[in-house]
């Protein structure tokens, strides 16, 4: 079983920065990892995710200001944001897509409110 836990949001102005953090505890080095937001009244996004090889992506909205990483015992995945606007408003939540024996398994975190002004 996997739990993930993010910190790191707030509020900040437009051209600032934040760094998230997702820890994760359980077996996680084989998950592939995201990162998601939801704006009000907006369906939730995906953001940026990155494999258990470590390739990433990012929608093209963040490319070039996002930045996703792992630490080295991936046990905590990052999303350092840089350059923020109005627009990067959001609850961002952090998932794990892991191997099952029969079917994947996903696992969300609670969400950390980032707010831009």
């Known amino acids: 079983h996997v739990q993930l836990v993010e910190s790191g949001g707030g509020s900040v102005q437009a051209g600032g920065s934040l760094k998230l953090s997702c820890a994760a505890s359980?077996?996680?080095?084989?998950?592939?990892m995201e990162w998601y937001r939801q704006a009000p009244g907006k369906e939730r996004e995906l953001v940026s995710s990155?494999?258990?090889?470590?390739?990433?992506r990012y929608t093209d909205s963040v490319k070039g200001r996002f930045t996703i990483s792992q630490d080295n015992a991936k046990s905590t995945l990052y999303l350092q944001m840089n350059t923020l606007q109005t627009e990067d408003t959001a609850v961002y939540y952090c998932?794990?897509?892991?191997?099952?024996?029969?079917?994947?398994?996903?696992?969300w975190g609670q969400g950390t409110q980032v707010t831009v002004s």
């Open positions: 359980g077996y996680v080095s084989r998950c592939w």
């Open positions: 990155i494999s258990s090889d470590g390739s990433t």
């Open positions: 998932r794990a897509v892991c191997p099952g024996a029969y079917r994947a398994l996903e696992y």
